[in-house]
């Protein structure tokens, strides 16, 4: 057993400490995870639809507590903190409208036996969360998962404890009893013999691909099905017929989500070599004009990177970069003073060699490609090991149609930002991932889709 610390990242100041909790302790929570998966998954659909629907009204009647905590835990500005947990809330409420629908026995037409598939839980679920979207990242693993019948354990990032806690007592609230949800503070040691337990079924994890890699690794040992969601390097393809100063608006809101800290903001720009001048101009414009500060002003588009390991990695990319010769149009330094601030960059002349496109870059760099043409778009959008998700920003929605069938990624959104949508399925391929969150499809990933067959 350790002590942890939930440090607020504008002051480096400690929010609050936690001991963690043993791994006994901890395979003593999958226990009673396990227990109470036998009496939830016996309610019927109904009753369980109906307690989710009431953890939506939790949420939004706590919107600005909650808000305020994950601002305070991991520096997300206030208004996009709000927006967080009201999409929790529409999530909740989209999963308790459409779980009968979405789960009910599908016939299989048939002449000589009776034919139909039925969808039904399979256990107690492990979610190991990232702290980029305290609450989002939790609930669209949970509510998918506990509408099925499932039970879920939540081990959240360290870096944001004292949300986790909250998670819990709002379902606590919703009627969602601890052991049919349950969070737990422990150590990264603790996961390896959860995963080994007989009341685990399976896990879910947003994280690293170094995290993936070795939670996929015990999951295929002790035959458990895993979710993984390991982040993007997502391209942002301006073609030559797109409105430029459009684009470049959109361009600084998909960097900034999160202050730069989401696995599907936009990470690398490939512009058309015909507006390549146009957007860099404009861009450069925004970047420099972006409010910087106090995560608790409404007013604030950007505030400090959630820790000091985050604030040292973007230095060593942006150094890299320049060390190998690329252009820094603005920023590229950190802002002095109390917390982990670092200004909005923007950076060009960048090749393929250069951490800002290799590696996933968390924070607000933007790095911009120019492409001779489409056909080169898209050749160096998929030059990624990554492939999350992709935007393409285009005049000829026919041909952002067609393009967006060529690219490597999970989703494709043509002329609008990259955006996780209850209703579509998430998730990534390549290194990005496998599986899917949200909708039905992702709801089907921790099902056990049996088909039964009468003679």
């Known amino acids: 057993m350790s002590k942890i610390n939930s440090i607020n990242p504008a002051n480096a100041q400690i929010n609050a400490s936690f001991d963690t909790i043993s791994n006994k302790d901890a395979l003593l929570c999958a226990k009673r995870a396990h227990d109470a998966y036998e009496k939830w998954s016996a309610l019927k659909l109904e009753e369980r639809a109906l307690k989710i629907n009431a953890l939506s009204n939790v949420l939004i009647a706590n919107k600005q507590k909650y808000a305020q905590l994950m601002t305070l835990e991991m520096g997300k500005p206030i208004g996009q903190s709000i927006a967080e947990i009201e999409k929790c809330a529409a999530t909740a409420r989209l999963f308790s409208k459409n779980a009968s629908q979405w789960l009910k026995d599908e016939n299989v037409l048939s002449q000589d036996a009776e034919k139909y598939i039925t969808f039904s839980p399979i256990g107690t679920i492990l979610a190991i969360m990232p702290w980029n979207f305290p609450f989002w990242q939790a609930m669209r693993m949970a509510i998918p998962s ?48 959860l995963l080994k337990s007989d009341n685990i079924q399976g896990v ?16 295929g040992r002790y035959i458990k099905k895993a979710v993984l969601e390991l982040g993007g390097s997502d391209p942002f393809i301006v073609l030559e017929d797109a409105q430029v100063e459009f684009a470049c608006q959109k361009a600084k809101d998909a960097r900034n989500l999160s202050s730069g800290q989401s696995c599907i903001a936009a990470k690398r720009f490939i512009v058309s070599k015909g507006v390549y001048d146009d957007f860099v101009g404009r861009l450069k414009d925004l970047t420099e004009r972006t409010i910087v500060g106090d995560p608790m002003n409404m007013s604030t588009e950007i505030g400090p990177l959630a820790n000091k390991e985050q604030l040292a990695k973007i230095s060593m990319q942006v150094e890299d970069a320049k060390n190998k010769g690329a ?45 001779k043409d489409d056909d080169d778009a898209i050749r160096i959008a998929n030059s990624s090991r990554l492939g999350l998700g992709a935007s393409i920003w285009t005049e000829d929605r026919q041909k952002g149609k067609m393009l967006a069938r060529k690219l490597d990624a999970g989703i494709v959104y043509v002329n609008g930002i990259v955006r996780s949508d209850p209703s579509l399925p998430f998730g990534g391929v390549k290194a990005s991932g496998i599986g899917r969150e949200l909708s039905r499809y992702g709801m089907l990933e921790f099902a056990n889709i049996k088909p039964i067959v009468v003679s």
Not at 162 to 179: H, T
């Open 327 to 371: 252009k820094i149009e603005c920023g590229a330094e950190r802002i002095e003073g109390e917390g982990y601030y670092y200004k909005p960059t923007l950076i060009t002349g960048v090749k393929k060699n250069m951490l800002v496109l290799k590696e996933e870059v968390f924070g607000p760099i933007s790095p911009v490609v120019m492409a």
């Open 146 to 193: 506990l509408v099925l019948g499932n039970s879920v354990i939540l081990r959240h990032s360290n870096t944001v404890p004292m949300c986790s806690l909250a998670i819990q007592s709002a379902f606590e609230q919703a009627g969602i009893s601890n052991g049919v949800f349950t969070s737990i503070i422990c150590d990264h040691n603790a996961i390896r013999p």
């Open 204 to 219: 879910s994890l947003t994280g690293s691909e170094k995290a993936g890699s070795e939670v996929a690794k015990i999951a």
